[in-house]
């Protein structure tokens, strides 16, 4: 196993709803980046924290947002959901933030309704 | 277009043949190259970095063509557990994000 865990596994929302996901990265890691990925498709890109800051983010809207703590776990945040966003979102940790050897923990699956 | 794209699947083999996946990527400047697997509703495993010439690991062989902007992934003798999706992944070395294709799902057959 990685050591990347992520909670809660699965979730189920109604539109307009908020919703927080959790990611805790492996020991001496200290970048997360977060990954949506929908049925059928593969991984999209949503933002990396690197030492508690937005290092960088993907073509997603801000009612996707996100923190780091200074242990380096990391949450994801999302606003008034839409049906779309109904995917498994993964978290993936490193040790820089130059992309190459990211350890993904096991995902959250959430359900839009 | 699509900035990775990966042959639409799925690829239904035999159990025993040898299995070629092939990956296009649009931008030049992608200076990292990746096969990631995935099983059905888990995350997504490195399968082996790519290297420019070319890598080996057991029954699976990575190649990349930097010219042609195209990276292939062999698997040889097939084994049922080798039943999965199968990403290719390209990252730029000045930007941290990991570009994903859709993936090729592979279902090997008894």
């Known amino acids: 196993e990685t050591g990347v865990t992520q909670s809660p596994t699965h979730l189920i929302k109604t539109r307009g709803q908020q919703v927080t996901l959790r990611c805790s990265s492996q020991s001496g890691h200290n970048t997360v980046s977060w990954y949506q990925q929908a049925l059928g498709q593969g991984p999209q890109f949503i933002f990396q924290y690197y030492r508690e800051e937005e290092n960088g983010r993907g073509n997603f809207p801000p009612r996707f947002s996100g923190l780091q703590f200074p242990n380096y776990s990391s949450e994801l945040n999302v606003n008034a959901l839409e049906l779309d966003d109904s995917a498994l979102y993964l978290c993936?940790?490193?040790?820089?933030?130059?992309?190459?050897?990211?350890?993904f923990g096991p995902g959250t699956r959430l359900t839009v309704l | 277009r699509k900035e990775v794209e990966q042959d639409p699947g799925p690829f239904n083999v035999p159990e025993g043949a040898t299995v070629a996946f092939n990956c296009t990527y649009s931008?030049?400047?992608?200076?990292?190259f990746f096969w990631y697997r995935q099983d059905c509703r888990k995350e997504p495993k490195l399968l082996m970095s790519v290297y420019s010439s070319g890598n080996e690991d057991g029954r699976f062989t990575a190649q990349l063509n930097r010219a042609s902007q195209y990276i292939s992934l062999l698997i040889r003798d097939s084994k049922l557990s080798d039943s999965a999706t199968y990403l290719c992944?390209?990252?730029?070395?000045?930007?941290?994000?990991?570009?994903w294709g859709a993936g090729t799902k592979l279902i090997i057959k008894p």
């Open positions: 993936a940790s490193s040790l820089g933030t130059s992309g190459d050897t990211q350890y």
């Open positions: 992944v390209v990252n730029k070395k000045s930007n941290y994000q990991l570009i």
């Open positions: 931008n030049s400047a992608s200076q990292s």
